[in-house]
């Protein structure tokens, strides 16, 4: 791989978690901090303060377990994926820049996060969402099943506008479920992560 150091043999590396697709922090690499990050699976930076190499992790244990480098369409700034053992700041946070390394699903975690507000103040008589949680587990699987029922019946139609409409209504009223029995998208995805093994 090519890379084109700076005047000082450095060059940038953008640290991200190869799950969560979170960025944890920015290090630099000389080339032999970079040939060190190949050959242990280690991300190993030069220190520009301490003047030497340092490994991630050497005295904390937190490591970042190396899954793929690669490098900008000018060569001179690199993309680290890892897997990363702990926290990653060194003030005990998960990345530089004091936000939480969790897996995000876009909208979907928003919703997810609506849906919890939701259940948490049932008492609220303008929400759909809420009234579901108050008629209780029964009436949400119920949704379900009447959900899922609409979409088969519109895949076997043409129109992809009412298909995807049913769709929608489908994974609103399953992330219902799942809030309601104590689950999310991250356990979903983990059981299809295991299975993937």
């Known amino acids: 791989m090519e890379i084109k150091y700076d005047e000082n043999g450095l060059v940038p590396a953008i640290i991200q978690d190869a799950n969560t697709k979170t960025v944890l922090m920015l290090g630099y690499m000389n080339e032999e901090a970079y040939l060190k990050t190949n050959t242990t699976k280690r991300v190993t930076f ?27 369409c000018d060569n001179d700034s690199l ?7 702990g ?77 995807l409409n049913e769709s929608a209504d489908l994974l609103f009223h399953y992330l219902i479920l799942l809030k309601a029995k104590g689950f999310g998208l991250n356990e979903i995805e983990q059981v299809l992560l295991d299975r993937k093994k």
């Open 46 to 72: 030069y220190s520009r303060s301490k003047q030497r190499l340092w490994t991630k992790g050497e005295e904390s244990g937190n490591f970042l377990n190396l899954v793929a480098i690669k490098n900008d």
């Open 79 to 85: 993309l680290v994926t890892v897997n990363p053992v």
């Open 87 to 163: 926290p990653t700041c060194h003030t005990g946070s998960d990345n530089c820049w004091g936000e939480d390394n969790k897996q995000s699903f876009g909208f979907l975690t928003e919703l997810e996060q609506t849906i919890a507000d939701r259940k948490a103040n049932q008492d609220n008589d303008d929400s759909y969402v809420a009234s579901l949680f108050r008629k209780g587990i029964n009436k949400i699987a119920q949704k379900v099943g009447e959900e899922a029922v609409e979409v088969v019946i519109e895949a076997k139609d043409d129109n992809d506008d009412l298909f």
